[in-house]
Every structure is written in structure tokens, then in C-alpha cells.
């Protein structure tokens, strides 16, 4: 909604500055040619004609072209979307952006490293390097540094289209990726043996379909016959039925996978932390600067968020549980608690419900009335 309504608003000032720009051209076009007639009279003037007349004659023609009251409405057609515009940016963008921020203890180190594999994971090994170096703990680069390496060298090999580097990885930790259950093996077998397909060698190509794509015929038998029948388009593979397995798209897809696959055995999530943690950040941080400025007004603090912020399906690792009568997240020494009632509430809710000495509240959210002892832990 956001989104949109900031589109709208700019696709307005795009909308009328193309119109202002227009109507500006044309009046410059139309003043170009009364100054060009005016310079011809001039240099043709006949005995007896003066100048003056020709210049007097010029400026009335382009005040009447182009008056200031014209020019300055053109102008104003622009400013009152740009301004409205620029409403809208300082509503949704607010750039006092400190006002979310709050003072809390963080071990310095552990972020350090966090940063620093971040440029890692992201093959930016140079910045990796001497943000290290300006930290003065050389000898944690290595470390994480190094497999990396290995991930980066591996992609830029398929981006020439080798497939040696990867494949010498998959044979090294072929049982940890069937342990997780990986096809990457399959599909990068599956994509050497195309590669081979297309250099024309029918005896290479088969010989290594034997060796490297019979051991998953009894897994994947559907796409190793499609595999298979690519033998018979040798040559000109690009014209048969099975084109698409040319695309570059799927080396592409290809790199993804290893590399997600690649993190995944180095115990790793497949995006970095640092930067999953800021695109969230991103995106609560509107509401969380609106509830800032109501608790100013108000001369309150805000040590932990009053509603629960849905961050969608891509920010959901894990089951959280916000209690909602304190709104706060479950935890172990305050767990969720299952009511007869279906409502669940965490334990410190309840206790507090319950303090006026009997075992017994009603439920916030329904009629009905609840004893506290026949609330149940709930486990996610």
C-alpha cells in the first residue's frame, strides 16, 4: 500500500514534468523562429526601414508567444506535484532514523566477526581483508575466510562452464549430501554430461553416463531416461525436444543450488545473518518510529515493541509465540499455556490473572471461565 502510493506519486511528477517539458520545448521552438525572421529582416532591410522597428516588432511577437504569466504556470503545473511528492517521502522515509535506536549491551567481537563474514560469504575477500586488519585479529581471517575461497572458486570455474572444481567437492562430501537428502551430485553429473553432449563425442558422452548417471536410475529414472534420449539429438541438441536443457538460466540455477548447498554442510544459512538482519530492520522500522513518536508525545519509553510486527514468510525460521495479553514472545521460563478454553496465554499472563488468590480468571477473549490448573504447556 506504502509502496504504491509513493509510486503513484512519482509516477504523477514524471507524468507532468514530460508535460511541462513539452510545452516548454514548443514555446522555445516557436521564440527561435521569430528571433531567425527578425535576424533576416535585418540583414535584408531596405533603405528607410530602422532596426528598432524590426526589435520593437520581436518583442511583441514573443511577448505574445510566450508570456510571463504562461511561463510561470508551466512552472507551477510541476511544483505542486514535487511538493506533494516530497510530502509523501519525508511521511513514509523519516530520516531521523536514531529515534528506533536503543541502548543495549552487545559483545563487540561476535559482530565484528558477523561483518566480516559477511564480505566473506559474499566473495568480497579484499574488504573482508582489511576490515580484519583494522580490527587486529588477523588470525580469525583465515578461518572463515577459507572456505568461502573454496565456494568462490568453484563459481567462477561454472562461469567458464568448468565443472571440475565442483565436481571434485560433490565425489569429497558426496555422503554428507546424501545424508541431507542433495541432488546436487545428480545435477552436476547431469550437466557435465550435456557439456560432453555438445562437443560430439557420442562414445565419451555414453561412457560417462555409465559411470557417473547409472548409480541414480533407480531414484531418478524419469530424468535420466530424458538424458539418454538426448543421444539421439547429438550435434544439434539446440533443434531437439530438449532445448531447454541448454538454457544458461540453468547454470545459473546450478550455481545457486551449490552454493546453497555449499553453506548448508559449512552449517550456514544459505543468505548471511548480517544481511537478513538488516532487510528486516528495513522493514519494521517504519512502524517501529511510529510507535517511537507516539511514546515521545506521550513522554514514555518503549522497551519492547506493544503489537507484534508480522515480518512475512521469509523472515519465519523458527515458531515465536507473542503472549497476547503482555505481548511479549514466549520463552522457556515463560512458556505458552494451552486453556480449556482454546486461547492460549503465556504462564506469567496467567499467574497474573489469577493473583487475586484464586485459581480461577476468565478469559480475555471469550465468556468463559478458566482454572489455571488445568492449563497445559504448549510445544511448538
Not at 130 to 150: Q, W, Y
Not at 330 to 341: I, Q
Request: aromatic share 8%.
Amino acid at each position: 500500500m506504502r509502496l504504491s502510493i509513493i509510486r503513484d506519486a512519482f509516477d504523477l511528477v514524471t507524468k507532468t514534468q514530460n508535460l511541462s517539458s513539452s510545452k516548454t520545448d514548443e514555446v522555445i521552438d516557436q521564440i527561435g523562429l521569430e528571433i531567425e525572421i527578425a535576424l533576416g529582416k535585418m540583414h535584408n532591410t531596405e533603405p528607410g526601414v530602422d532596426c528598432k522597428d524590426v526589435l520593437n516588432e520581436l518583442m511583441r511577437n514573443l511577448l505574445r508567444i510566450a508570456p510571463l504569466s504562461q511561463m510561470e504556470g508551466i512552472q507551477n503545473e510541476l511544483n505542486v506535484p514535487l511538493c506533494e511528492y516530497k510530502k509523501i517521502l519525508e511521511k513514509y522515509f523519516n530520516p531521523d532514523i536514531s529515534k528506533a535506536y536503543r541502548n543495549f549491551d552487545i559483545d563487540t567481537h561476535t559482530l565484528n566477526q558477523i561483518i566480516s563474514k559477511h564480505f566473506y560469504r559474499e566473495g568480497l575477500f579484499d574488504v573482508g581483508d582489511h576490515f580484519v586488519s583494522v580490527l587486529g585479529e588477523p588470525e580469525s581471517a583465515a578461518i572463515m575466510k577459507s572456505p568461502f575461497l573454496e565456494m568462490y572458486q568453484m563459481l567462477e570455474a561454472m562461469k567458464d562452464r568448468n565443472l571440475e572444481p565442483a565436481l571434485n567437492w560433490a565425489a569429497t562430501n558426496s555422503d554428507k549430501l546424501a545424508q541431507s537428502k542433495s541432488d546436487i551430485v545428480l545435477k552436476l553429473h547431469s550437466m557435465q554430461f550435456l557439456k560432453i553432449l555438445q562437443n560430439g563425442s557420442i562414445v565419451e558422452t555414453i561412457d560417462y553416463g555409465r559411470t557417473y548417471l547409472s548409480p541414480f536410475t533407480s531414484t531418478h529414472k524419469d530424468h535420466i531416461q530424458m538424458l539418454m534420449a538426448c543421444l539421439m539429438w547429438i550435434g544439434k541438441l539446440d533443434q531437439s525436444p530438449y532445448k531447454a536443457l541448454l538454457l544458461p538460466s540453468n547454470w545459473e540455477r546450478l550455481a545457486e543450488e551449490l552454493k546453497r548447498q555449499f553453506c548448508n554442510l559449512l552449517g550456514e544459512s544459505y543468505n548471511s545473518p548480517l544481511s537478513v538482519t538488516l532487510a528486516a530492520g528495513v522493514q519494521v522500522l517504519p512502524t517501529i518510529l511510529k510507535f517511537t513518536n507516539i511514546l515521545v508525545k506521550k513522554r514514555q519509553s518503549m522497551n519492547h515493541l506493544p503489537v507484534p510486527i508480522d515480518l512475512g514468510c521469509e523472515f519465519q525460521f523458527h515458531p515465536i509465540f507473542v503472549c497476547p495479553v503482555s505481548k511479549y514472545p514466549a520463552t522457556e521460563d515463560n512458556p505458552p499455556m494451552f486453556a480449556a478454553c482454546g486461547d492460549v496465554f503465556c504462564k506469567q499472563s496467567i499467574l497474573m490473572m489469577t493473583r487475586n488468590g484464586t485459581r480461577v480468571f476468565q478469559c480475555p477473549y471469550c465468556p468463559l471461565d478458566i482454572d489455571a490448573a488445568e492449563c497445559r504447556q504448549l510445544h511448538f
